[in-house]
């Protein structure tokens, strides 16, 4: 049987995440969700307003044996600017802040690591500091329905990532599913 490990990433818009990361060859499953605010089980209504203290995520379920943590963190950072505070694209408001949610000692170290890494390239190239909250894995909520795989049933929704331009140092070792 296959080995399974999860990992809960905020960029932005839980859609946009999504999308990519369900092209990711050892990628079993991606969820959107809310995690990280003081509300049980939000609705996408209510986190918008701000108050909740959520942010929009993703979570991936991923075999470590054909893709990494480090690999998916690296498209993490490559595929949003982790720079800008509470934004990315259009979107606004906390709800859209870049953050990790770690689910072991490892995972929090790899993500340390990595975006310490990342950092070096930005500074590098011009940017400025990474935005990015580092915590332990909050309770996660599983988003409304229509929100799941939102860009596969809406090829023509929005999705405001685009990056910085900047390659993570490390590289990825991920490809596209055939």
């Known amino acids: ?13 839980f859609w946009c995440l999504e999308a990519v990361y369900l092209e990711l060859r050892g990628v079993v499953g991606v969820q959107s969700g809310y995690a990280g605010g003081h ?8 986190v918008c307003t701000g108050t909740t203290g959520h942010a929009e995520v993703v979570q991936i379920t991923f075999d470590p044996d ?14 949003h600017d982790p720079t800008t505070l509470n934004r990315q694209g259009n979107d606004v408001g906390t709800q859209y802040r870049s953050g990790i949610y ?16 990342y950092q070096r390239a930005l500074t ?32 023509w929704g929005y999705c405001g990532h685009g990056g910085t331009g900047v390659a993570c140092p490390t590289g990825v070792a991920a490809t596209a599913r055939a």
């Open 1 to 13: 049987m296959p080995r399974r490990e999860i990992a809960t990433l905020a960029g932005g818009c």
């Open 39 to 46: 509300v049980p089980n939000p609705s996408y209504e209510l």
């Open 66 to 79: 054909e893709i990494s943590y480090r690999d998916l963190l690296d498209v993490f950072f490559t595929i």
């Open 102 to 117: 770690v689910a072991s000692p490892a995972q929090r170290a790899a993500a340390e690591a990595s975006r310490d890494a």
């Open 124 to 155: 590098a190239a011009g940017h400025g500091r990474i935005t990015t909250e580092i915590l332990d894995a909050p309770e996660f909520y599983y988003a409304e329905g229509y929100h799941q795989q939102y860009l596969s049933k809406n090829p």
